[in-house]
């Protein structure tokens, strides 16, 4: 029988526990969970150990070569033009300043040199920090997985795409080292304004090389890859300060810069470029010219291969001759009267709304330079204010209303007046500013070497954005009595000289002799002097003594000479007209042709670019011009050379280009044009060293104005560009060659003395009197 324990027996064993319903369902629950976790886990092992051998090939980032837009530079290194989608400069690591990779540290990834690809230490901290809430959401991807993501996938937020994220970070650690992802992720990243990499970042934002770049540009750089629209300085720049200042102070935290740094940093003022195509010279014309020129021989290639191109230019020339032009067309502008505003607009009644409809309008009318637009928000005769597209309000009194006071009067047209609601121009000279207008008449300007041809500027029109069409290039136009000295040339070679007797005498021809129709030339203003020397009819342009010169030496005969200066003999016929320069040239090949007299007697062609290398510094092409001085490149005698040399010098000094002595010396020399209806207006001179061919014309030709010349309009732009380029350069005397004798003052053949060859044309004949020669002007007019 049982019995009770007593105080001193042994224990018996401890009745057995019963384990809670509840407790067996949490435990059984947790047991699921583990279990689908290890499923999961073990499901997961297989996708990554499937996915990970299919993950793409690395070879876009171990032989990385990013697409890098074609470049254009100047002859002094100075970047002229950039196309393509993406505007990057590839730089490496060891090139990227310090304060730059800090500064893109302290923002996308502080740990970046401590992890293996995925910072789970920032996980952790993004996941807590956008649990607890408090701020904007945080991320924790790493440098490493964006350039994963950037390379090789979407940017869709799935969890497949996560993975590979992952996955491909992992491999990347495992084929690059750290440097190397750093400098893929900073030349590859997408900083907005078209710029790729920081380096390219740091020359469209601040206009600067990346190693230039303050502490404070950097942290302004470095906030750009999270959002570059949102961050941007030039659309967002309250938005971008913010961020700046953000990033400075994780710099300061994770002490990459000290207290000083970190306070100067806070307080400096960026200067950010507003204009983000804006670069160091006003090439367009050449950069357009340079990117033609290499897409013939690279194709597609040229906008992703990093091609730099080199051209001729200089920036001091370049700036000379862009100055130049724009100051002649504008005289000529003032000297034709104001045409009245490019348009009209309602003005709303409220501030508000004024200013949105203002900022709208104008964004239409874009500024050339420092031609820009505005609104005229109140006019009279005396006073005018105006909006601007910045917004800021600008008077206009007194001088600065000259060039429209007719078209400010209550009498003048409507559809003309300056009044409320009217889009002006305006300039700004000094503190004043003025009324102005777009030109409707277009220019050309172009100088080069005669040694070799380099193009040392070119102008291409008064502005490119308004008119991309270049009339250096493409602008066959009429050269006038600039064409004068290439027959005076052949005429040396036919037994003429200098001191050869023409009759300035009225002339007349049938149709037969000049390809169309009867024909009574004139000279400028119906003046005529009777005989003179065939040196006094180059410097007076008398066009009577042209045609006397080329009816001698056969038109036929001119016309084939002329070719050995480079001109087309198809768009120059072989008929007398050809004396005035009634066939087309373009200023290009106006200045192959004029450096033939400058240097002796040599043909060298124009050229533009010098070399063209590749984004190693391989030289892939390289110029070898054709160079005066080498006797295969000799078209002329250098004594013929020498004699029309004589001659131009005599137009500046006594003639139509007289006007070019101001620049004080001896050695110009050049000859002036105008063309018949005064359509086009040239001046096209040198000195011995430099060549340079102004032009001014309408697209559409139409009379410049009777009183238009070329002496009167290209000649002050080829001056404006000779002053500048010319102030140091010692004056050239040029030596008598072989062969020549001087007589009477004038020079000859030794083969041609004084007493052989052509000594007069058409002395014989009378020149009429004032009164013979108006009967005839009513005659003419009758019929």
Same mark, same amino acid.
Request: aromatic letters at 8%; proline letters at 5%.
């Given at each position: 029988?049982?019995?009770?324990?007593?105080?001193?027996?042994?224990?018996s064993? %401890?009745?057995?526990?019963?384990?809670?319903k509840?407790?067996?369902?949490?435990?059984?629950?947790?047991?699921?969970i583990?279990?689908?976790?290890?499923?999961?886990?073990?499901?997961?092992?297989?996708?990554?150990?499937?996915?990970?051998?299919?993950?793409?090939?690395?070879?876009?980032?171990?032989?990385?070569?990013?697409?890098?837009?074609?470049?254009?530079?100047?002859?002094?290194?100075?970047?002229i033009?950039?196309?393509?989608?993406?505007?990057?400069?590839?730089?490496?690591?060891?090139?990227?300043?310090?304060?730059?990779?800090?500064? &893109?540290?302290?923002?996308?990834?502080?740990?970046?040199?401590?992890?293996?690809?995925?910072d789970?230490?920032?996980?952790?901290?993004?996941a807590?920090?956008?649990?607890?809430?408090?701020?904007?959401?945080?991320?924790?991807?790493?440098?490493?997985?964006?350039?994963?993501?950037?390379?090789?996938?979407?940017?869709?937020?799935?969890l497949?795409?996560?993975?590979?994220?992952?996955l491909?970070?992992?491999?990347?650690?495992?084929?690059?080292?750290?440097?190397?992802?750093?400098?893929v992720?900073?030349?590859?990243?997408?900083?907005?304004?078209?710029?790729?990499?920081?380096?390219?970042?740091?020359?469209?934002?601040?206009?600067?090389?990346?190693?230039?770049?303050?502490?404070?540009?950097?942290?302004?750089?470095a906030?750009?890859?999270?959002?570059?629209?949102?961050y941007?300085?030039?659309?967002?720049?309250?938005?971008?300060?913010?961020?700046?200042?953000?990033?400075?102070?994780?710099?300061?935290?994770?002490?990459?810069?000290?207290?000083?740094?970190?306070?100067?940093?806070?307080?400096?003022?960026?200067?950010?470029?507003?204009?983000?195509?804006?670069?160091g010279?006003?090439?367009?014309y050449?950069?357009?010219?340079?990117?033609?020129?290499v897409?013939?021989?690279?194709?597609?290639?040229?906008?992703?291969?990093?091609?730099?191109?080199?051209?001729?230019?200089?920036k %001091?020339?370049?700036?000379?001759?862009?100055?130049?032009?724009?100051?002649?067309?504008?005289?000529?502008?003032?000297?034709?009267?104001?045409?009245?505003?490019?348009?009209?607009? =309602?003005?709303p009644?409220?501030?508000?709304?004024?200013?949105?409809?203002?900022?709208?309008?104008?964004?239409?009318?874009?500024?050339?330079?420092?031609?820009?637009?505005?609104?005229v928000?109140?006019?009279?005769?005396?006073?005018?204010?105006?909006?601007?597209?910045?917004?800021?309000?600008?008077?206009?009194?007194?001088?600065?209303?000259?060039?429209?006071?007719?078209?400010?009067?209550?009498?003048?047209?409507?559809?003309?007046?300056?009044?409320?609601?009217?889009?002006?121009?305006?300039?700004?000279?000094?503190?004043?500013?003025?009324i102005?207008?777009?030109?409707?008449?277009?220019?050309?300007?172009?100088a080069?070497?005669?040694?070799?041809?380099?193009?040392?500027?070119?102008?291409?029109?008064? =502005?490119?954005?308004?008119?991309?069409?270049?009339?250096?290039?493409?602008?066959?136009?009429?050269?006038?009595?600039s064409?004068?000295?290439?027959?005076?040339s052949?005429?040396?070679?036919?037994?003429?000289?200098?001191?050869?007797?023409?009759?300035?005498?009225?002339?007349?021809?049938?149709?037969?002799?000049?390809?169309?129709?009867?024909?009574?030339?004139?000279?400028?203003?119906?003046?005529?002097?009777?005989?003179?020397?065939?040196?006094?009819?180059?410097t007076?342009?008398?066009?009577?003594?042209?045609?006397?010169?080329?009816?001698?030496?056969?038109?036929?005969?001119?016309?084939?000479?002329?070719?050995?200066?480079?001109?087309?003999?198809?768009?120059?016929?072989?008929?007398?007209?050809?004396?005035?320069?009634?066939?087309?040239?373009?200023p290009?090949?106006?200045?192959?042709?004029?450096? &033939?007299?400058?240097?002796?007697?040599?043909?060298?062609?124009?050229?533009?670019?010098?070399?063209?290398?590749?984004?190693?510094?391989?030289?892939?092409?390289?110029?070898?011009?054709?160079?005066?001085?080498?006797?295969?490149?000799?078209?002329?005698?250098?004594?013929?050379?020498?004699?029309?040399?004589?001659?131009?010098k005599?137009?500046?000094?006594?003639?139509?280009?007289?006007?070019?002595?101001?620049?004080?010396?001896?050695?110009?020399?050049?000859?002036?044009?105008?063309?018949?209806?005064?359509?086009?207006?040239?001046?096209?001179?040198?000195? %011995?060293?430099?060549?340079?061919?102004?032009?001014i014309?309408?697209?559409?030709?139409?009379?410049?104005?009777?009183?238009?010349?070329?002496?009167?309009?290209?000649? %002050?732009?080829?001056?404006?560009?000779m002053?500048?380029?010319?102030?140091?350069?010692?004056?050239?005397?040029?030596?008598?060659?072989?062969?020549?004798?001087?007589?009477?003052?004038?020079?000859?053949?030794?083969?041609?003395?004084?007493?052989?060859?052509?000594?007069?044309l058409?002395?014989?004949?009378?020149v009429?009197?004032?009164?013979?020669?108006?009967?005839?002007? &009513?005659?003419?007019?009758?019929?």
């Open positions: 029988m049982a019995t009770k324990n007593s105080p001193g027996d042994s224990p064993a %401890p009745a057995p526990r019963h384990v809670s509840a407790a067996r369902l949490g435990l059984g629950f947790l047991g699921v583990a279990g689908l976790a290890a499923v999961c886990a073990l499901v997961l092992a297989f996708m990554l150990a499937m996915a990970y051998p299919n993950l793409p090939a690395l070879d876009s980032l171990t032989d990385y070569r990013p697409k890098i837009p074609l470049r254009v530079f100047s002859a002094d290194n100075v970047l033009g950039e196309f393509g989608e993406e505007r990057r400069n590839l730089v490496r690591i060891k090139e990227i300043p310090e304060i730059m990779k800090k500064a &893109v540290l302290a923002i996308e990834d502080d740990r970046f040199y401590d992890h293996g690809g995925v789970y230490l920032g996980i952790i901290r993004a807590t920090h956008n649990l607890i809430g408090g701020g904007a959401k945080q991320g924790a991807s790493t440098i490493t997985q964006q350039v994963a993501r950037n390379f090789f996938l979407s940017s869709e937020q799935t497949k795409r996560k993975i590979y994220e992952v491909l970070a992992w491999k990347i650690e495992q084929n690059l080292s750290k440097d190397q992802i750093l400098e992720y900073m030349n590859q990243i997408y900083l907005g304004q078209r710029a790729y990499g920081f380096s390219s970042a740091a020359q469209i934002y601040f206009g600067k090389n990346l190693r230039d770049v303050t502490i404070a540009e950097a942290a302004m750089l906030g750009l890859p999270k959002a570059p629209s949102a941007n300085p030039v659309v967002n720049p309250k938005r971008a300060k913010a961020r700046q200042q953000y990033i400075l102070q994780r710099m300061h935290q994770l002490r990459y810069i000290s207290d000083p740094q970190f306070a100067e940093a806070q307080k400096e003022e960026l200067k950010v470029k507003t204009d983000s195509s804006e670069f010279v006003h090439a367009e050449v950069a357009e010219m340079a990117r033609q020129l897409y013939e021989q690279f194709k597609e290639e040229t906008y992703t291969r990093g091609l730099s191109v080199f051209t001729t230019i200089t %001091p020339d370049q700036d000379a001759a862009y100055l130049a032009l724009r100051r002649g067309v504008m005289d000529y502008e003032k000297r034709h009267g104001y045409r009245g505003p490019e348009a009209y607009m =309602d003005i009644k409220a501030k508000d709304e004024a200013d949105d409809a203002i900022e709208v309008e104008l964004a239409d009318h874009a500024d050339s330079d420092d031609i820009v637009a505005a609104v928000v109140d006019a009279s005769p005396r006073s005018v204010r105006a909006i601007l597209s910045s917004g800021e309000e600008i008077t206009i009194t007194g001088p600065g209303l000259t060039f429209a006071a007719n078209l400010l009067s209550d009498k003048a047209p409507p559809t003309k007046r300056v009044k409320r609601g009217a889009i002006i121009r305006v300039i700004q000279e000094g503190r004043i500013w003025s102005t207008q777009i030109p409707e008449v277009q220019s050309a300007f172009v080069a070497s005669t040694e070799d041809g380099a193009i040392r500027a070119l102008i291409g029109g008064f =502005d490119y954005n308004l008119n991309k069409f270049n009339h250096v290039t493409q602008a066959w136009r009429q050269p006038g009595s064409f004068k000295p290439f027959i005076y052949a005429s040396l070679e036919k037994g003429l000289s200098p001191s050869t007797i023409i009759n300035d005498a009225p002339i007349s021809f049938d149709a037969g002799q000049t390809g169309g129709q009867a024909w009574e030339p004139k000279n400028y203003e119906n003046k005529y002097d009777g005989p003179m020397t065939m040196r006094k009819g180059l007076k342009s008398k066009n009577m003594i042209s045609i006397r010169i080329l009816q001698k030496i056969g038109a036929k005969y001119g016309q084939e000479y002329t070719t050995r200066f480079g001109f087309d003999a198809e768009r120059n016929p072989a008929y007398l007209t050809l004396a005035l320069g009634a066939g087309a040239v373009t290009l090949q106006m200045a192959g042709a004029y450096s &033939v007299f400058a240097n002796g007697g040599y043909k060298v062609n124009p050229y533009l670019i010098a070399k063209i290398i590749d984004a190693d510094g391989r030289v892939l092409s390289q110029v070898k011009p054709d160079r005066a001085g080498v006797a295969a490149n000799r078209v002329i005698d250098e004594r013929n050379a020498f004699m029309i040399d004589s001659m131009l005599d137009v500046v000094r006594y003639g139509t280009a007289a006007k070019a002595m101001a620049l004080k010396r001896t050695d110009l020399a050049g000859k002036t044009g105008t063309t018949n209806d005064s359509l086009d207006a040239w001046f096209a001179g040198y000195q %011995p060293n430099l060549v340079g061919i102004a032009w014309g309408y697209d559409q030709p139409k009379n410049l104005g009777n009183r238009e010349t070329g002496g009167g309009l290209a000649l %002050p732009i080829w001056m404006g560009y002053q500048k380029v010319l102030k140091d350069v010692p004056m050239v005397e040029r030596a008598v060659p072989d062969g020549m004798i001087q007589v009477g003052g004038d020079y000859y053949y030794a083969e041609n003395p004084p007493t052989v060859g052509v000594r007069s058409g002395v014989g004949e009378r009429p009197t004032e009164e013979e020669k108006t009967k005839d002007e &009513v005659k003419n007019e009758l019929f």
